[in-house]
């Protein structure tokens, strides 16, 4: 099992920046790539950006020069950098973990932080 827990989300204004954080703790072995979604009212669940073990990193088109995924292996944590924020970002952030047991792979989610972009 993989425990994700974010946090730093919040109300920014527009231009604005925030650092989201996802500590990941449990069985973290094998975890081939974690990720970064968001969800807003209505709208499906999409890609932000994601990092893999190796450390290639993948980003929305939406964010892209905005937004920078990182991970800090020591602390078993991924940080997602947002500046230059607007109204279009707001939505519910997750994390998500991504690990093989054997043949299986299994996916993880964090319960998900609020962002809000507004005046």
């Known amino acids: 099992q993989v425990q994700l827990v974010e946090s730093g989300g919040g109300l920014v204004q527009p231009g604005g920046s925030l650092r989201l954080s996802c500590a990941a703790s449990g069985s973290l072995f094998n975890i081939y790539a974690m990720g970064w979604y968001r969800q807003a009212p209505g709208n499906l669940r999409e890609l932000v950006a994601s990092i893999t073990r190796g450390g290639n990193t993948n980003y929305a088109d939406f964010v892209k020069g905005r937004f920078t995924i990182s991970r800090d292996n020591a602390k078993n944590t991924m940080y997602l950098q947002m500046n230059s924020l607007n109204a279009e970002d707001t939505a519910v952030y997750y994390c998500?973990?991504?690990?093989?047991?054997?043949?299986?792979?299994?996916?993880?989610w964090g319960q998900g932080t609020q962002v809000t972009v507004s005046s």
């Open positions: 998500n973990a991504k690990k093989t047991e054997g043949s299986w792979s299994y996916t993880y």
